[in-house]
Structure formats: C-alpha cells, structure tokens
C-alpha cells in the first residue's frame, strides 16, 4: 500500500514568487492534515481536511497560505506571496479516522530566498 | 535531505544499549501521547502511542512511560540499533483530539557501532 506521497520534495524559490504544494494522502483515508516545521521551531499544525471540507484550519499563519482539497482526494497547499519566514518543511499526514494514526508523508523542504 | 537546523538536545548510545528519550508536556487536559521517529529525508514515522489512562505500554523494544503527575513522558528502545538513530518526537493531543498535535523539539539519538 502506498503511503502519503508529497510533491515536490523540495522547492526553491524567491521571495514573492508563489508556490504549491501537493499532498496525495493514503487511498480511502478521509482525514487530510497539514503541518510545518519553520526553522528552529517545532512541528505545528496548520489545518485538517475531513473529505474535501475544512474541518479546522486555526494553524493557518495568514491568509498567504491557501489550501484545498477538491474532490476530497488530494490537497494542495499554496503560498502566495512567499515570504523568507516561510522557509521550512511542511508535512502532510492523512488517517482513516479521527481517532486512528496519523501517517505522515516526507514532507516538502521549502526555501524562500 | 532534510535540513534540520534545529539545536536539538541529543542521545549517544554504544549499540546493544538501552536508549531513554524524555519528553516533558504542559497541558495535563492531554489524554493522548505518541512518540515518533524521523530519519533524515523522511516525515514522522509512528512508534508507538498511549493514553492517559495507562502509565506504562510496550511495543517491540519500545516502551513508553507516562508520569503524569509530573507530565513527563519517556521512551525507552531495548538493545538499540544502529538503525535506530534518528531524531525522536513526542506529541500530545492538547485540546483533546487526536489530530492537533503538539510536538515536541524532538532528541537526536546517535548510536554508536
């Protein structure tokens, strides 16, 4: 089975640009998470997908970042304007339920120049 | 790879010695605590969780203990392996859901052939 696939692995891009990230969850898993880890910080939410409805995006930093999930299969996450702060690694995890494991992809390396 | 720029505390175990990872958290509403592992290039990957109704689970050379008296978590790896070097995580569902976790630092454990 395969698991949470991330794309791109890695991204570079100036400050200003705009970028997307996509995140393709294991199949038949409803829920749809997204976190980041910023430089020297910890990892933190930033908002949860229950099929293609926002269930809670409280760790969303701005309105910068946008995320969707149409179609409630794969999520897409992007900045517009990006921002050196921005810089980091941003994961998704996806899970069968609320109350299961989250499965975690290998996140994509963002670096804001 | 990941670029981790993070000072995390870190673990040197000779190999076939028991490793130990502490982990302390803030909010006593958390019910549910997880520990992962991560390796470079790759996203959290589940070790092993418990709820606050237990103080003590074990998996296969891992346990976690679970003081919450004085909110502290541990996880303990029998007979560590070289492939277990990797940056540890714990994490805890502050708030009361299962998929808004709070993350810890993490700890670099290092095992030494």
């Known amino acids: 089975e395969a698991g949470v696939t991330q794309f791109p692995s890695h991204s570079v891009i100036e400050k200003g640009q705009t970028v997307t990230l996509r995140c393709d969850p294991i199949s038949g898993h409803d829920n749809l998470y997204w976190y980041r880890r910023v430089m020297g910080k910890e990892i933190k939410f930033l908002l949860h997908f229950v099929k293609e409805s926002k269930q809670d995006e409280s760790g969303m930093p701005n309105n910068r970042f946008l995320a969707e999930r149409t179609g409630g299969t794969y999520s897409t996450l992007k900045v517009q304007p990006a921002e050196l702060e921005d810089s980091g690694v941003y994961f998704c995890?996806?899970?069968?339920?609320?109350?299961?494991?989250?499965?975690f992809g290998s996140g994509t390396q963002l670096s804001v120049l | 790879g990941e670029s981790v720029g993070l000072h995390l505390p870190t673990l040197s175990v000779q190999e076939g010695d028991n490793s130990i990872i502490n982990c302390a958290y803030s909010n006593s509403a958390s019910d549910y605590f997880i520990w992962y592992k991560q390796e470079s290039g790759k996203g959290p990957q589940f070790i092993i969780d418990?709820?606050?109704?237990?103080d003590k689970r074990q998996g296969q050379r891992v346990t976690v203990l679970l003081n919450k008296t004085v909110k502290h978590l541990s996880l303990q790896i029998a007979a560590t392996q070289p492939g277990d070097s990797a940056v540890y995580f714990c994490a805890e569902n502050s708030g009361g859901s299962n998929y808004k976790l709070t993350f810890g630092k993490g700890t670099l454990l290092t095992v030494n052939p």
């Open positions: 418990i709820r606050s109704n237990m």
């Open positions: 995890a996806s899970s069968q339920a609320l109350t299961t494991r989250l499965f």
